[in-house]
């Protein structure tokens, strides 16, 4: 007899027949409060023993954690398995969806040995959809800059966050150029900034409001980033490298999108089209002074004189 205790929808039938493990698998007795038995049949024993071993090479090193509950020796993983699971969903990484809502797109700046990733995310309302992600490894500066104009000409994001350490400085700067200093922001990753840009996208996932493809390189780089003590008792988030094909270069251009999203005020109007101009709206007075229309000269987003203060519109 084999259970599965630790992990709940394997007891759902719905969940067999995807793995093609209806016909190997009967309901047996009762465990009382701890759910039903799961009983392999026969000669099915090597099926069920094969789905066992695929799921936890998914898990990886991580799995005794995960699927048996055993601790492990450091911290627990920032944003747990469960949690990423429930966020999947097919819509997700799809640019031809993208709805009405305001968008955000963070960007962690690479150049060789990690990957430069932007995350383009949605503010659906009720969910923050991850609309595009594109990654990129040993690619000219030149290159970047070329897929983030086509970025904004594509989805007209109301802010980018780019990650300011290193070498992001000049990146920031050159993006200030093309797109406008008030939009393109630069956030210095110090440790404590690390620890408020990951606890937004943590809270959005604990919500349940996030929602992000069925991409294992995606759940990886999520994964992958743990917490440990730090000398002062305040979490210390590392990055483990043996789960990702970077260093959570995903997790946190995610992040940043979603930072970007979290103190984002209304209300705004938005239309399709060129950018909008003074003489569109008419100038006149009162335009660019209090209680009046504002442009962003680089994207076609109208601030209404309705909307509440926002550091980076005023």
Known sequence: MWTAPHVPWL?????????????????????????????????????????????????????????????SAGGGAWIPWNLIRDAQRGEAGRPDLRGAGPVTLGIDVARRRDLWVAAVLEDAGDALWLREMICLRDVAFSEQRAEVARLVRAHRPLRILVDQTGMGEAVVEQLQDDHGSFTVEGVLMTAP???????????????????????????????????????????????????????ADRFWALALAAYGLADLAGPFEARLGPPLTTAALGGGAGYGQPGGYRVDPHLNIVRSPLAGPIGWRN
């Open 193 to 247: 900034r690390r620890l408020d840009v990951a606890t937004r996208l943590r809270e959005a996932f604990e919500d349940r409001r996030m929602r992000i493809p069925a991409d294992p390189a995606l759940r990886d780089d999520i994964h992958s980033l743990r917490a440990e003590p730090g000398a002062t008792g305040a979490p210390r988030l590392v990055a483990d490298r043996k789960d990702s094909d970077g260093h």
């Open 11 to 71: 007891r759902s039938p719905s969940s067999w027949v995807s793995y093609g493990l209806a016909p190997a698998i009967e309901v047996g007795a009762s465990l009382g409060p701890f759910g039903s038995a799961l009983v392999m049949v026969g000669s099915n024993r090597r099926l069920a023993a094969a789905w066992e071993a695929a799921l936890r090479a998914q898990y990886g090193r991580h799995a005794g954690e995960e699927l048996d509950c055993i601790p």
